[in-house]
């Protein structure tokens, strides 16, 4: 009887395997597998939140929120958050910019303005849920490195906020002109759309 259960427990065991028969896991197995079931859960989570914007900014804003507050209080690690709005620079850019950037078509084309111009919605580098996402693990990992005084590096802060403003001023001169140059702008708003009926101006007499 306890040879046909043993049979019994290994035709199962190289069932559940997908009919290859290996030894028992070793833990970096173990791990593996614990890593990649808490990847799909957080994934699930994400793609749940990816209809919902507008709780997902408040939720950014409270993030800030909170790591504002830490650094105020701390009166310190200021090298972090330059770091971090350098990086928040970039991914604005990203933002902004266009999937394919004009300069590198042969044709130069631009993104409709007009109403009357046939409807392309703005296709982004970076998307809004990838922007969103960007800023807010920004932000929780400068909060968790504010609690390692190796990051704590003495700087006069004044100095650091001007570079940084000095910084967004060129930079987002040098886009808004990219913007002019190649005439689009970056979002869809009040753009003619398929589907919709305009009103005419015969019945408004």
Known sequence: MESGATVAAASEDFQSNGGVSSPSSSPAEAVARLTHA??????????????????????CLFVVLIYAIRVYFVEGFYIITYAIGIYILNLLIAFLSPQEDPEASLDGGSLPTRRSDEFRPFVRRLPEFKFWLSIT?????????????VFNVPVFWPILLFYWVMLFFLTMRKQIQHMIKYRYVPFSFGKQRYGKKVPSMENSD
């Open 38 to 59: 808490v990847s799909q859960r957080q994934q699930h989570l994400l793609d749940k939140t990816v209809p919902h914007v507008l709780y997902r900014w408040i939720s």
């Open 137 to 149: 693990r920004a932000f929780v990992i400068g909060f968790l490195m504010t609690f390692f005084d």
